[in-house]
C-alpha cells in the first residue's frame, strides 16, 4: 500500500512540476492564456493608475484590491511564453522574447517584484505611496513593452 501512495506522489509531482509548454495542447492555448492574464493585470492596473493619477477619487479597499490581483496576476503570463508560441495566434509579442529570454526574465522577474511592493503598498491605506509604488510598477511595464512588445 504504501508503494502505490509512493508511486502516486511520485505521478503527481511529476505531472505538477512539468514544463509550462507542457500546459498547453496548442501553441494558441499559450497565446490565449498569456494575452488574458496580461489583460487582466492591465484592467485592475489601469484602475490603480486611475487612483495614483487623480482621475478617479483614491478609495483605500478598491486600491488593495486591485493590487492584490494585480500581485497574483503578474505571476501567471510568463507559462504562455514558451518554446514554439512565437506562432499560433496573433500576437504582439517580438521575436527577441525568445532570443533573449534571460533579458526577458529580468523583465517578468521584476514586474512580479514591483507587483508585490504595489500591493503593499496599497495596504498601507496612503495614496503617497500607492503613487511611488504605482509609478515604479509602471515603469516595470513600460520596459518590457519597449523591448518585447510591438507597437
Not at 3 to 14: P, Y
Not at 23 to 41: G, H, N, P, T
Not at 66 to 91: E, H, I, R, S, Y
Amino acid at each position: 500500500m504504501k508503494t502505490i501512495a509512493a508511486f502516486a506522489l511520485a505521478a503527481a509531482t511529476l505531472t505538477l512540476s512539468a514544463p509550462a509548454s507542457a500546459q498547453f495542447a496548442k501553441a494558441e492555448d499559450a497565446i490565449k492564456y498569456r494575452q488574458s492574464a496580461l489583460f487582466v493585470m492591465g484592467q485592475h492596473f489601469g484602475r490603480l493608475g486611475a487612483m495614483a493619477n487623480g482621475r478617479i477619487p483614491f478609495d483605500a479597499k478598491a486600491a488593495q484590491e486591485n493590487a492584490d490581483v494585480v500581485a497574483q496576476m503578474a505571476k501567471l503570463p510568463w507559462a504562455g511564453f514558451g518554446a514554439g508560441t512565437d506562432k499560433g495566434a496573433p500576437t504582439k509579442a517580438l521575436p527577441e522574447i525568445w532570443t533573449e529570454q534571460a533579458k526577458f526574465k529580468e523583465h517578468s522577474d521584476k514586474l512580479e517584484a514591483e507587483s508585490v511592493k504595489l500591493a503593499a503598498a496599497a495596504k498601507t491605506g496612503n495614496l503617497d505611496n500607492l503613487k511611488t509604488a504605482f509609478g515604479a510598477a509602471a515603469g516595470t511595464c513600460k520596459a518590457c513593452h519597449d523591448n518585447y512588445r510591438a507597437k
